[in-house]
């Protein structure tokens, strides 16, 4: 019985120190994305990463995980992964999003860069009086830098040209809002018109909703106002509802439908669109039904900047190194214990007043070393703010409180670190970051700067070291 007791207790030993061990081990993620400026969302978490694409993250934990990737744009369709990370290899995502193509008749909001659109489909209308039309439209769209875009259409009515349009289009792509202008010219009517367009596209909540506002400038001037409200599925099939008003000025006629549809996101260049218009109020007998089939492609031609081979890089310490490590490692060697580490209600803050040979020491007896001043600043340019580290209330937190933000906890206004120095007898020493002592504003500051002190040790500097990966 006894026998068997010992070896209960050796086993469950073994299994908690190997769940001990896995729960440690680091494991690197690399995420990079066409168009780049993507949001990161990891592990089903609302708030993104600071850092967004191209995104790199050394000090993952090792497992499953889930990433959500959104684009700066709303004209490209977000998109999720599930992977799972070991620590024997880095892991790297290369996404190209998709263009999301826009729906029948609405104008589209086209990417910055260069690339082509097409826009063709089939057209049936009829009337309660039972007279049809049907139409075969065809849009072509060239994309420029700088947002800006020109539209070529030809609305082809029962197998003839009935009239072209020309036109420019400028996008503003941080409020998802473009101003068109175009020019028509209707065969065999003996005028032409101009066009003015204000567009917009934003998604709310879970909802997508585009929005024209067009007005047509001619002998017979003309007003319309679409409005369509979708909802994404799996962020590839949208169906929606348009709301068209169509208005002769002043007030002869209008047309009022309602289109019920969706779109089918079928490749990176392709798109499907069913729709069926419902006139519900007009007049002159313009009341009826229809249906409209379309394929909208969009093809880039812009050249893809060539990634650079990247070197192996570090490993970070998730934790600063907390007084109970380091009085272990006093214990082991002989070193003089710092006083706040002699006391162990403090054992789980990060040690402080340590001189820089002795984090050195630390460092080699723990098989890790300190961080070079490249290294620290190539981390502390993956942070777009330090608003997460650097509070109203400065205090000194324990090494295992706050989030970890790619890949580590109090970049800033905890403590600052010791930096690996060229010469470790030097009569000066260079240390990295801000502290708990720091107002707000001057840990903002200091985050991303390096400076130098007396290599005896600070109360307000200690020690987080990395791995060669």
């Known amino acids: 019985m006894t026998t068997r007791i010992f070896w209960l207790a050796i086993f469950l030993i073994f299994i908690f120190y190997s769940m001990l061990f896995a729960a440690g081990e680091r494991a690197a993620l690399n995420i990079f994305t066409t168009p780049e400026n993507a949001s990161v969302f990891l592990d089903g978490n609302p708030e993104k990463e600071i850092s967004g694409t191209p995104f790199e993250n050394s000090a993952m934990l090792v497992g499953e995980h889930s990433i959500f990737l959104v684009p700066l744009s709303e004209s490209f369709v977000p998109a999720s992964y599930d992977l799972t990370l070991r620590s024997d290899k880095p892991f790297e995502i290369n996404h190209d999003f998709l263009r999301r193509n826009q729906a029948h008749e609405a104008y589209s909001l086209s990417p910055s860069e260069y690339h082509i659109e097409i826009n063709a489909g089939f057209s049936y209308f009829t009337e309660f009086d039972s007279s049809s039309v049907?139409?075969?439209p065809f849009d072509f769209r060239l994309g420029l830098p700088w947002g800006f875009g020109t539209r070529l259409a030809f609305p082809v009515e029962e197998?003839?040209?009935?009239y072209f349009l020309l036109g420019m289009q400028y996008n503003y792509f941080p409020l998802q809002t473009a101003i068109a202008l175009d020019w028509i010219s209707p065969r065999g009517s003996g005028f032409s018109a101009i066009r003015a367009a204000i567009l917009t596209e934003q998604n709310f909540?879970?909802?997508?909703?585009?929005?024209?506002?067009?007005?047509e400038y001619s002998k017979q001037d003309k007003a319309e106002a679409y409005l369509r409200l979708g909802m994404p599925i799996k962020h590839i099939f949208l169906p929606y509802l348009a709301a068209r008003e169509k208005i002769h000025l002043p007030l002869k006629s209008h047309l009022f439908l309602a289109e019920p549809g969706a779109l089918l996101q079928i490749s990176n260049n392709f798109s499907l669109e069913l729709a069926i218009p419902l006139a519900l109020i007009g007049k002159n007998a313009n009341r009826g039904f229809g249906?409209?089939?379309?394929?909208h492609s969009d093809f880039s031609f812009h050249k893809k900047k060539q990634r650079e081979e990247r070197k192996p890089t570090v490993i970070w310490d998730v934790n600063e190194v907390s007084n109970k490590e380091y009085r272990k490692f006093c214990e082991e060697t002989g070193c003089e214990v710092p006083a706040m580490a002699k006391i162990e209600e403090y054992d789980d803050y990060p040690v402080l007043s340590v001189s820089l040979s002795d984090a050195v020491?630390?460092?080699?007896?723990?098989?890790?070393?300190?961080?070079?001043?490249?290294?620290?600043?190539?981390?502390?340019?993956?942070?777009s703010n330090f608003d997460d580290f650097c509070g109203v209330v400065s205090k000194l937190e324990k090494v295992h409180e706050g989030r970890i933000i790619n890949g580590v906890r109090h970049f800033a206004g905890n403590v600052a670190i010791w930096l690996l120095p060229e010469n470790e007898n030097s009569s000066i020493a260079v240390f990295a970051?801000?502290?708990?002592?720091?107002s707000p504003e001057?840990?903002?500051?200091?985050a991303r700067l390096t400076d130098i002190s007396s290599p005896g040790g600070s109360d307000f500097i200690g020690i987080r070291l990395v791995r060669d990966y």
Do not use: T
């Not at 197998?159 to 009935?162: E, M, N, Y």
């Not at 001057?442 to 200091?446: E, L, P, R, T, Y």
């Open 205 to 215: 909540m879970s909802l997508n909703l585009l929005g024209n506002l067009v007005y």
């Open 134 to 136: 049907y139409k075969i």
């Open 291 to 295: 249906f409209y089939f379309g394929v």
């Open 433 to 438: 970051g801000s502290s708990y002592k720091d």
């Open 159 to 162: 197998q003839k040209i009935k």
């Open 361 to 383: 020491a630390y460092s080699n007896w723990a098989k890790k070393r300190l961080p070079k001043a490249e290294e620290w600043r190539a981390l502390a340019a993956s942070y």
């Open 442 to 446: 001057s840990c903002k500051g200091k």
